[in-house]
């Protein structure tokens, strides 16, 4: 299933002036682009929007982030390393993760939280998205004992990129779970997360 024709500028259209990701989330889709498609391509894909680099933890417009998102999963699809443009979203999100666990912020994060443990890493998951965007409201919801609910307002991204983050994020702490995505709108999400005992 592809993505509707205009979902990008619906969601462009969404972003305040003032909406700000950490160029960490920059920095872990052009790794992403540059192992699967080249240096050069990476390069391609990051010259509209920056001169060099990003910095891991300044913060840069929204509306470059979406763009680098959806310009990024395009050529990733297209160059036939996701089946999909929804699944090349997915692996910017899981890239994402691996970016931050990899900070020195991220690895506080996992010695605090642990292996294993997914509602404290769940539940620490709107804590850790406002350190990385300025944008939206996320809200934790235990439903089960293997069940919790992640519901955000006010987030532009598609929901294919939240599911690789949250899954990523399971995987970092060894927990074999799934992370379904609803959306509501453009605006509005829940992410309904299950595992194994």
Same mark, same amino acid.
């Given at each position: 299933?592809?993505?509707?024709?205009?979902? @990008?500028?619906?969601?462009?259209?969404?972003?305040?002036? /003032? &909406?700000? %990701? !950490?160029?960490?989330?920059?920095? #872990? $889709?052009?790794?992403?682009?540059?192992?699967?498609?080249?240096?050069?391509?990476?390069?391609?894909?990051?010259?509209?929007?920056?001169?060099?680099?990003?910095?891991?933890?300044?913060?840069?417009?929204?509306?470059?982030?979406?763009?680098?998102?959806?310009?990024?999963?395009?050529? @990733?699809?297209?160059?036939?390393?996701?089946?999909?443009? /929804? &699944?090349? %979203? !997915?692996?910017?999100?899981?890239? #994402? $993760?691996?970016?931050?666990?990899?900070?020195?912020?991220?690895?506080?994060?996992?010695?605090?939280?642990?292996?294993?443990?997914?509602?404290?890493?769940?539940?620490?998951?709107?804590?850790?998205?406002?350190?990385?965007?300025?944008?939206?409201?996320?809200?934790?919801?235990?439903?089960?004992?293997?069940?919790?609910?992640?519901?955000?307002?006010? &987030?532009?991204?598609?929901?294919?990129?939240?599911?690789? $983050?949250?899954?990523?994020?399971?995987?970092?702490?060894?927990?074999?779970?799934?992370?379904?995505?609803?959306?509501?709108?453009?605006?509005?999400?829940?992410?309904?997360?299950?595992?194994?005992?």
């Amino acid at each position: 299933m592809a993505f509707p024709k205009n979902d @990008l500028d619906q969601r462009l259209a969404l972003v305040r002036p /003032e &909406d700000t %990701v !950490r160029g960490l989330i920059f920095n #872990a $889709v052009l790794m992403l682009a540059e192992r699967q498609l080249g240096p050069d391509s990476a390069a391609r894909l990051r010259e509209p929007l920056f001169k060099r680099s990003p910095v891991d933890f300044f913060s840069y417009s929204a509306v470059d982030a979406i763009r680098l998102l959806y310009a990024t999963s395009e050529a @990733l699809e297209k160059a036939g390393r996701y089946p999909t443009q /929804e &699944d090349a %979203v !997915r692996a910017c999100g899981a890239a #994402a $993760v691996t970016g931050f666990f990899s900070s020195t912020v991220g690895q506080t994060l996992t010695r605090l939280i642990g292996k294993g443990d997914p509602k404290r890493l769940l539940s620490n998951a709107p804590t850790a998205y406002s350190t990385l965007v300025s944008y939206g409201r996320r809200e934790y919801t235990v439903l089960h004992e293997r069940h919790v609910r992640l519901s955000f307002q006010g &987030d532009m991204q598609p929901v294919q990129f939240h599911e690789g $983050v949250l899954q990523e994020a399971l995987k970092a702490i060894q927990c074999n779970g799934r992370v379904v995505g609803t959306p509501h709108g453009y605006f509005a999400a829940d992410y309904d997360i299950t595992w194994e005992s």
